[in-house]
């Protein structure tokens, strides 16, 4: 069945300091992820994706890496600044009907 | 310019009353979906739409209509409004089996009371 879960409700980390967010998702067949970062207020922002045929993929500041061998992604965010400060998503893109299947979400704080 | 923009922002109303959500894009996507938020943040789909056409209803109550007057509007029409329908909804859109053109709007947040 589909099914993307989060490791970690709550992430509280030093300004400055790197931040991992983890994702699992149940699916093997799950071939398109992407990270969503949610403030308050606002919609889902897209922050990064990834295809099954990468293991990692870079963005300015954020690298996701997929292990299709556990079912497992994270997302991590370097040199992390208050305003990173958010809601963090991943999702699965299904083919049909282009649906986001997203995971459960994880708080994201920075300390300053 | 907003590329994705629904009214209203905020929503609150009497349980049994009909109410509507507006969602426009400006981006020419062909694909338009309406996805709720609870209370504890988890997102999940409603509804697809691609080309005025619908694709998805992800098993909604058929007291959600939603209408596609043309590919870049998706309104949202609830009637019988019940407590449990308070939520925030997203209004995206994407490209077909595009992923990193999905573009959410800013929310529409319904409190029934």
């Known amino acids: 069945g589909e099914s993307v879960g989060l490791h970690l409700p709550t992430l509280s980390v030093q300004e400055g300091d790197n931040s991992i967010i983890n994702c699992a998702y149940s699916?093997?067949?799950?071939?398109?992820f992407i990270w969503y970062k949610q403030e308050s207020g606002k919609g889902p922002q897209f922050i990064i994706d990834?295809?099954?045929?990468?293991d990692k993929r870079q963005g300015q500041r954020v690298t996701v890496l997929l292990n299709k061998t556990v079912k497992h992604l994270s997302l991590q965010i370097a040199a992390t600044q208050p305003g990173d400060s958010a809601v963090y998503f991943c999702a699965e893109l299904l083919e049909y009907g282009n649906k986001l299947v997203f995971g459960a979400g994880t708080i994201l704080r920075v300390k300053s | 310019d907003t590329a994705v923009s629904q009214t209203p922002k905020y929503l609150v109303t009497q349980m049994g009353n009909d109410k509507s959500i507006k969602c426009e894009q400006n981006l020419g996507h062909d694909t338009m979906y309406w996805y709720k938020q609870d209370s504890k943040k988890f997102l999940k789909i409603m509804f697809s739409?691609?080309?005025?056409?619908?694709?998805i209803n992800e098993t909604v109550p058929n007291r959600f209509s939603p209408k596609s007057p043309d590919k870049a509007h998706l309104n949202l029409h609830i009637n019988s409004l019940e407590l449990g329908d308070s939520a925030v909804y997203f209004c995206?859109?994407?490209?077909?089996?595009?992923?990193?053109?999905?573009?959410f709007g800013s929310g529409t947040r319904l409190t029934v009371v």
């Open positions: 739409y691609n080309n005025k056409e619908l694709i």
């Open positions: 990834i295809r099954s045929n990468m």
């Open positions: 699916n093997s067949a799950s071939d398109y």
């Open positions: 995206a859109s994407s490209q077909a089996g595009r992923g990193d053109g999905y573009t």
